[in-house]
């Protein structure tokens, strides 16, 4: 494998990484998403809420070129299905959820496989007979900044259905503290008050979503949605200077006054 599959297409400094939005029905309103909190010592958005999610390395790629061993998918090129590879990759190690298997892995091997991750062992050595399917997540956006000063990433973002039964996840208890189940709406009204962290890219996805109530109606935006990449621009208004994204990508706010936004650069 080539290490410059692990540049950005869109920006050479920017590192390619996945971000899964997984969703979980409920009996008494709009879904909930699965979210983290990262450790507050994190270099990259440190003691925010993000969506589970990681870099994508080398094996996902080798993986991803081995179809007939480890993956099923219809006609993805090598950097988006690899992108794929690295978010139930990540989903599993973060939460504990394997979301994207052909047939779902039991709870023996789901917990030896995260201990297994974390302890940096690659993810191909342990699929064995699992095969993933990389058609069980759904293209939704993304995210590519451009400000030299920060960590750059290019993050693909995908949406995924939990099994009917998912009940709450195990935190990894290293670059995150919890994790849980919110609606968009819940997780807004959350910021709002102060009582979580949303960094710019997850504060306008979660807008979004909640335009959404259910993963039938999010997945089937998505994918009537051009997924472009999107890099914040500065550009100043008669209020003051604005950090804002283009027009007709799905989002229903595409500007924030610079000093009310906290961008994926920022720490809190």
């Known amino acids: 494998m080539n290490d410059n599959l692990l540049t950005s297409d869109v ?4 590192r390619p990484a996945a971000t899964l939005v997984l969703f979980r029905a409920s009996a008494t309103g709009p879904d909930q998403l699965l979210v983290v909190e ?28 081995h179809p007939e061993r480890f993956v099923h998918a219809l006609d993805l090129e090598g950097a988006e299905a690899a992108a794929r590879v690295a978010a139930i990759r990540e989903t599993l190690e973060e939460s504990g ?17 995260r ?19 990389l058609n069980a997540l759904v293209p939704f956006a993304r995210w590519c900044p451009k400000h030299r000063e920060a960590r750059v990433f290019d993050t693909r973002f ?17 670059e995150n ?46 994918l009537a949605t051009p997924v472009d990449p999107i890099s914040p621009d500065m550009e100043d208004r008669a209020d003051g200077r604005h950090l804002c994204i283009p027009e007709g990508l799905g989002y229903p706010v595409t500007s924030e006054l610079l000093a009310n936004a906290i961008t994926a650069f920022d720490k809190r």
């Open 11 to 14: 920006n050479p400094e920017a």
């Open 38 to 65: 990262r450790s507050a010592v994190m270099a990259f958005a440190g003691g925010a809420i993000v969506f589970p999610g990681g870099r994508v390395d080398l094996d996902d790629h080798m993986i991803a070129s």
């Open 97 to 113: 959820f394997a979301v994207g298997f052909e047939t779902r892995p039991d709870a023996d091997w789901i917990a030896d496989a």
């Open 115 to 133: 201990g297994r991750l974390a302890n940096r062992e690659l993810f191909s050595a342990m699929l064995g007979d699992h095969r993933l399917d």
């Open 158 to 174: 995908y949406l995924a259905k939990a099994p009917d039964d998912a009940g709450d996840p195990i935190v990894d208890a290293t």
């Open 177 to 222: 503290v919890q994790s849980f189940w919110a609606s968009a709406d819940d997780l807004l009204t959350a910021a709002d008050e102060g009582k979580v962290h949303v960094i710019y890219p997850t504060r306008r996805n979660l807008e979004r979503l909640a335009l959404y109530p259910t993963f039938d109606e999010a997945a089937a935006h998505a």
